[in-house]
T-cell receptor, first 115, second 115 residues
Framework: DTAVSQTPKYLVTQMGNDKSIKCEQN?????MYWYKQDSKKFLKIMFS???????INETVPNRFSPKSPDKAHLNLHINSLELGDSAVYFC??????????????FGPGTRLTVT | AQSVTQPDIHITVSEGASLELRCNYS??????LFWYVQSPGQGLQLLLK??????LVQGIKGFEAEFKRSQSSFNLRKPSVHWSDAAEYFC?????????????FGKGTKLSVIP
């Protein structure tokens, strides 16, 4: 069974469209994340949810909106897509403990191409 | 805020040769340290982690890393590289502390292996 899964794997769309990427984890973790990996492979945190509550919200355009219907799911909705949104988006999950951040498990990524 | 530097953008080694990938971090206290590997078109896989205790940690696929507080380093090593090790390697630092879930990644080192 896949631990962290994302759909779709590839997403090609035109500028101005609205799209969603879905993420699910079956690890029983309570914290989930979205990262963006740019064309130079640089990974940057976008959002983090713990028990369905937003705990990290880095400086990303408000066109990006995460939604966590339950602890096992964290979806990313993007409005009015722009060329610069083209990247690989990774979902990850971890189990928070009292002392803070621990290893994160990553999904396979969604390659978004905006034309 | 923490930061990670991976000084080598691209390293090429011959199959069977030893490998060392460098990672330097900046953080005010002892951080949590991780190495991840990303094969082409894949997500990130955790190789190993350091939280506390023995400064030499063993990971999967024959990798090990050594935490050196005096040098703020966490270098990844492998005694004999296999062609399948060709991938992108990311060092990451996490900040301990309640409610802190953020990982900061280095920019990655691409490893090429010559048969």
């Amino acid at each position: 069974d896949t631990a962290v899964s994302q759909t779709p794997k590839y997403l090609v769309t035109q500028m101005g469209n609205d799209k969603s990427i879905k993420c699910e984890q079956n690890l029983g973790h309570d914290t989930m994340y979205w990262y963006k990996q740019d064309s130079k492979k640089f990974l940057k945190i976008m959002f983090s949810y713990n028990n369905k509550e937003l705990i990290i919200n880095e400086t990303v355009p408000n066109r990006f909106s995460p939604k966590s219907p339950d602890k096992a799911h964290l979806n990313l909705h993007i409005n009015s897509l722009e060329l610069g949104d083209s990247a690989v988006y990774f979902c990850a999950s971890s189990q928070a403990r009292l002392a803070g951040s621990y290893e994160q498990y990553f999904g396979p990524g969604t390659r978004l191409t905006v034309t | 805020a923490q930061s990670v530097t991976q000084p080598d953008i691209h390293i090429t080694v011959s199959e069977g040769a030893s490998l060392e990938l460098r990672c330097n971090y900046s953080y005010g206290a002892t951080p949590y340290l991780f190495w991840y590997v990303q094969s082409p078109g894949q997500g990130l896989q955790l190789l190993l982690k350091y939280f506390s205790g023995d400064t030499l940690v063993q990971g999967i696929k024959g990798f090990e890393a050594e935490f050196k507080r005096s040098q703020s380093s966490f270098n990844l090593r492998k005694p004999s590289v296999h062609w399948s090790d060709a991938a992108e390697y990311f060092c990451a630092v996490g900040a301990p502390g309640a409610g802190s879930y953020q990982l900061t990644f280095g920019k990655g080192t691409k490893l090429s292996v010559i048969p």
